[in-house]
């Protein structure tokens, strides 16, 4: 039987047609979808621009309903419920691209990082310790060590604080030793509260050669000293202070004065107050100064000197309190009054966040920064 090529050149005709019609529908669906896609998209980013973000989230789920497999509409749809404090929400959008098969390696750590934020600001932080660890060797690397370190910060996890502050230092973010000082007088302070002496003062020799110009290790060192006993040790850790960090002896005056009582150094601390006092005029370092005169009226007149070089109501206070007026009562009440307005100023406040406190403190509670606090009570500032 022969082949009837008639019917096969009548069939190329056919088929190219067919072909033809077939691509159009294809380019017509193509075209509507991506006018709705990005429609929508677009949409979002109006209503994100004008801060109406319910309007937002709801184009953005339109959006991703049009094309599901777009990624960086559930990068934005996630950031857009971790910013309104949907966590939950946030979380499950970003383990929904954790768990497509699609995503390249660069997006599928931009989504580990993703849901190790939405962990983090939820407060969970046994799971954004988890997130954060498998972010090792990616670009968010650096991101996610800085995390971490504000985790164990926050849990008093001072150990494992140390490893990541190493790691981090051996990087381009510069010197973390004063941190890991931090750190060791923290392990110090609890190593002392459990009697175990001997480590603390390890710890805070320690913490004192890694940062020799940091104050905290010096007076920490100074303070367990004078409760040990060692008076002579204290007084020599505490004349390191003024080369090593001057501007922080308002915070160690009182303690100055009391191991110099007790070490029979009155005279030397005295002068070395008050030459520091001529540098930097401080209501701490008048009250050491007044402790370690001798004379009443020589020290009264401290006050006097100080409210000549700066208005001050504490120092004024303290003048009057050591007045004898003709009516005791009058005075009581004068006084009473003086006392309660010089209250406030006579607290600390944190340079990075304004949080106020009656005590100094090396590691702000209000926003967990390191040394935020100056030395110099609120009225001095």
């Given at each position: 039987m022969e082949f009837d090529f008639t019917w096969v050149l009548l069939g190329f005709p056919i088929a190219f047609t067919l072909g033809w019609l077939a691509s159009r529908l294809d380019l017509r669906q193509l075209r509507i979808e991506n006018r709705q896609a990005p429609k929508a998209y677009f949409k979002g980013l109006n209503f994100l621009l004008n801060e109406q973000q319910d309007q937002a989230i709801d184009a953005f789920i339109e959006a991703v309903q049009n094309d599901p497999d777009t990624s960086e509409l559930h990068f934005a749809l996630g950031n857009l419920f971790r910013r309104r404090g949907e966590y939950e929400r946030a979380v499950r959008v970003h383990e929904h691209l954790m768990s497509r098969g699609d995503l390249t390696q660069p997006e599928?750590?931009?989504?580990?990082?993703?849901?190790?934020?939405?962990?983090?600001?939820?407060?969970?932080?046994?799971?954004?310790?988890?997130?954060?660890?498998?972010?090792?060797?990616?670009?968010?690397?650096?991101?996610?060590?800085?995390?971490?370190?504000s985790i164990y910060e926050r849990s008093r996890d001072w150990a494992n604080a140390t490893q990541i502050a190493v790691r981090l230092g051996s990087s381009s973010h510069g010197s973390f030793s004063t941190r890991q000082a931090h750190y060791l007088c923290e392990q110090a302070g609890t190593a002392a509260a459990t009697g175990d002496t001997a480590k603390a003062l390890a710890s805070l020799r320690q913490a004192v050669a890694m940062a020799p110009a940091s104050a905290r290790p010096l007076i920490d060192l100074a303070q367990l000293q004078n409760q040990l006993g060692q008076a002579q040790d204290a007084l020599q850790t505490l004349l390191k202070l003024p080369v090593a960090a001057p501007q922080a002896l308002?915070?160690?005056?009182g303690l100055l004065a009391n191991i110099a009582q007790k070490s029979a150094q009155e005279q030397a601390t005295l002068a070395l107050l008050t030459a520091s006092y001529e540098q930097a005029p401080s209501i701490d370092v008048i009250e050491a100064i007044v402790k370690l005169e001798t004379d009443p009226l020589v020290a009264r007149q401290w006050y006097v000197k100080h409210l000549e070089r700066e208005v001050s109501l504490v120092a004024a206070s303290r003048w009057i309190a050591g007045e004898k007026l003709e009516n005791e009562h009058q005075h009581a009440l004068v006084q009473?009054?003086?006392?309660?307005?010089?209250?406030?100023?006579?607290?600390?406040?944190?340079?990075?966040?304004?949080?106020?406190a009656t005590q100094h403190f090396w590691h702000c509670p209000g926003c967990q920064a390191?040394?935020?606090?100056?030395?110099r009570r609120i009225e001095e500032l």
């Amino acid at each position: 039987m022969e082949f009837d090529f008639t019917w096969v050149l009548l069939g190329f005709p056919i088929a190219f047609t067919l072909g033809w019609l077939a691509s159009r529908l294809d380019l017509r669906q193509l075209r509507i979808e991506n006018r709705q896609a990005p429609k929508a998209y677009f949409k979002g980013l109006n209503f994100l621009l004008n801060e109406q973000q319910d309007q937002a989230i709801d184009a953005f789920i339109e959006a991703v309903q049009n094309d599901p497999d777009t990624s960086e509409l559930h990068f934005a749809l996630g950031n857009l419920f971790r910013r309104r404090g949907e966590y939950e929400r946030a979380v499950r959008v970003h383990e929904h691209l954790m768990s497509r098969g699609d995503l390249t390696q660069p997006e599928r750590e931009r989504a580990q990082h993703a849901l190790a934020l939405d962990f983090l600001k939820a407060g969970l932080l046994d799971r954004a310790e988890a997130a954060l660890r498998k972010l090792e060797n990616t670009p968010f690397e650096e991101e996610a060590r800085l995390a971490l370190l504000s985790i164990y910060e926050r849990s008093r996890d001072w150990a494992n604080a140390t490893q990541i502050a190493v790691r981090l230092g051996s990087s381009s973010h510069g010197s973390f030793s004063t941190r890991q000082a931090h750190y060791l007088c923290e392990q110090a302070g609890t190593a002392a509260a459990t009697g175990d002496t001997a480590k603390a003062l390890a710890s805070l020799r320690q913490a004192v050669a890694m940062a020799p110009a940091s104050a905290r290790p010096l007076i920490d060192l100074a303070q367990l000293q004078n409760q040990l006993g060692q008076a002579q040790d204290a007084l020599q850790t505490l004349l390191k202070l003024p080369v090593a960090a001057p501007q922080a002896l308002p915070l160690a005056a009182g303690l100055l004065a009391n191991i110099a009582q007790k070490s029979a150094q009155e005279q030397a601390t005295l002068a070395l107050l008050t030459a520091s006092y001529e540098q930097a005029p401080s209501i701490d370092v008048i009250e050491a100064i007044v402790k370690l005169e001798t004379d009443p009226l020589v020290a009264r007149q401290w006050y006097v000197k100080h409210l000549e070089r700066e208005v001050s109501l504490v120092a004024a206070s303290r003048w009057i309190a050591g007045e004898k007026l003709e009516n005791e009562h009058q005075h009581a009440l004068v006084q009473r009054a003086m006392d309660q307005a010089t209250k406030p100023l006579m607290r600390y406040r944190c340079a990075a966040c304004g949080f106020e406190a009656t005590q100094h403190f090396w590691h702000c509670p209000g926003c967990q920064a390191w040394d935020s606090y100056p030395a110099r009570r609120i009225e001095e500032l």
